[in-house]
């Protein structure tokens, strides 16, 4: 690696532009933070590992802060059909000013166990975050939080006390005589918030299921009975589209989806989607909210065999809002590259946080696996693959057994290591057998053969 200065990666400074924290993809990144700025759609066509869930974060991140609040109202003449209502945090400060409720604490003087819950300090490195749902300065994770309104209860003193985040990202400590207060009023304003103001502008979609993708309105065993029902307003469940509004909707391999593409284009054409009930059998299947609002990014990503089943009309929406990029699967092998690889480098060990640095030999080791992959997988000579997820999974097992060895840093040796075991079972069982079959065929043989069995 000539030309890169360095000992030990410890000395690489990692950017915090997560744009910057992309290797071997500029066309990509720079279309991808165009598309941010524009708020356009992205197709990103490539094989796995090579960056695309990166960079649909990276858009994510220098998006700005969610402007609405969406919330469902009760419809006194009609329970089945609950509206929605959109507020900015003006309007929320107006309507929710005079009757607050609890104390305003700063979020330093919440209990660690519970700032973690509640999404205001990061459980990776244990920063303080200077908003919920947005990614952590240190270490660039997204925290999980409670979903909107959750009260996590301790005790201090021999009394209880509540913490919750409000709808402008403040922490609010309540007694139990505020908390009956509070839900007094809940039940006069009869609103569910779906979607709080402060919340993660990155949702990441499977499309497992519509309810997941799409919303739905969850049963209720007592029909929604006065006394002991729940009102209808109350189980709406908004779906990942909705999730997204104002946001960037990632979804992996969206070829999967099959015919909810249809329902995902209708959501990027109209910029609602309404939520209703989707079990048949469920007192949900009444209930139907219109117009929710759902203005996402679409990242879409899938693998280059994967294209034909992807709705034709869907990727006429993308190209003709967005674009459509081809990741690159290799790097050309020269200085700068060599010195993004050892970036990369750097930069797992620093998000890992349980795995020492890697010493210039390990890099080294690392570069020259990644040519070597290069080469067998794309056919690529003189260049260093982007198949990063397979080089992290080498840093990190490098680094455990570094770290079990107690070593100061990653070794050469421990490279060398975890580049053997980190090879595929397949290419295990061609070394010991000399086949997959092979293998198989010694396998059946040994269960035969096994105590108690005769051969037949």
Not at 1 to 12: K, L, P, Y
Not at 57 to 72: D, G, I, T, W
Not at 201 to 213: K, N, R, Y
Request: charged share 25%; glycine share 8%; with cysteine.
């Amino acid at each position: 690696m000539a030309g890169v200065r360095f000992g030990s990666t410890a000395e690489i400074q990692v950017p915090t532009d997560p744009f910057s924290r992309i290797i071997g993809q500029d066309n990509a990144a720079n279309l991808a933070r165009v598309a941010a700025l524009q708020r356009r759609h992205l197709l990103l066509v490539g094989p796995p590992g090579t960056g695309k869930s990166l960079i649909a974060r990276a858009m994510a991140s220098v998006l700005p802060s969610p402007k609405q609040e969406v919330s469902v109202l009760d419809n006194a003449q009609m329970p089945e059909r609950p509206v929605v209502e959109i507020r900015d945090e003006a309007r929320i400060a107006k309507d929710s000013g005079a009757e607050r409720v609890g104390k305003e604490i700063a979020s330093k003087d919440v209990p660690v166990f519970l700032a973690e819950r509640l999404g205001i300090r990061c459980r990776r490195c244990g920063m303080l975050l200077d908003e919920r749902g947005t990614p952590c300065l240190i270490c660039g994770a997204y925290p999980p939080y409670e979903a909107p309104g959750a009260r996590l209860a301790t005790v201090q003193k021999g009394v209880s006390v509540f913490y919750s985040v409000d709808a402008r990202g403040k922490v609010i400590m309540l007694t139990e005589e505020e908390m009956k207060k509070e839900e007094e009023q809940r039940k006069k304003s009869r609103r569910k918030v779906l979607l709080p103001l402060k919340r993660n502008p990155f949702v990441q979609a499977s499309g497992a299921s519509e309810t997941e993708l799409l919303g739905d309105v969850s049963h209720d065993p007592y029909g929604g009975h006065k006394d002991l029902g729940t009102p209808p307003f109350m189980r709406v469940i908004p779906g990942a589209v909705h999730e997204a509004h104002e946001g960037v909707l990632f979804i992996d391999e969206l070829s999967t989806l099959g015919n909810l593409q249809r329902h995902l284009l209708t959501a990027m054409q109209d910029k609602s989607f309404p939520i209703s009930g989707r079990n048949a059998t469920s007192s949900g299947a009444a209930v139907r909210v219109d117009a929710v609002p759902c203005d996402f990014i679409l990242v879409g990503a899938i693998n280059v065999n994967d294209l034909q089943p992807v709705l034709p009309a869907l990727r006429s929406r993308i190209s003709g809002d967005g674009y459509e990029v081809l990741m690159n699967s290799s790097m050309p092998d020269n200085e700068i590259n060599r010195a993004k690889l050892a970036q990369f480098v750097a930069q797992e060990i620093t998000r890992d946080k349980r795995i020492p640095h890697a010493g210039r030999d390990a890099v080294d080791s690392i570069a020259l696996h990644a040519k070597k992959m290069a080469k067998e997988i794309d056919g690529e000579a003189d260049s260093l693959t982007l198949r990063l997820r397979a080089i992290s999974g080498v840093v990190k097992l490098a680094g455990d057994l570094a770290a079990v060895s107690k070593n100061q840093s990653i070794t050469k040796e421990n490279v060398l290591a975890a580049i053997e075991n980190a090879r595929s079972i397949e290419e295990k069982m061609q070394e010991k057998y000399g086949s997959a079959w092979r293998a198989g065929a010694s396998d059946s043989a040994s269960r035969r053969t096994a105590p108690g069995r005769e051969i037949a």
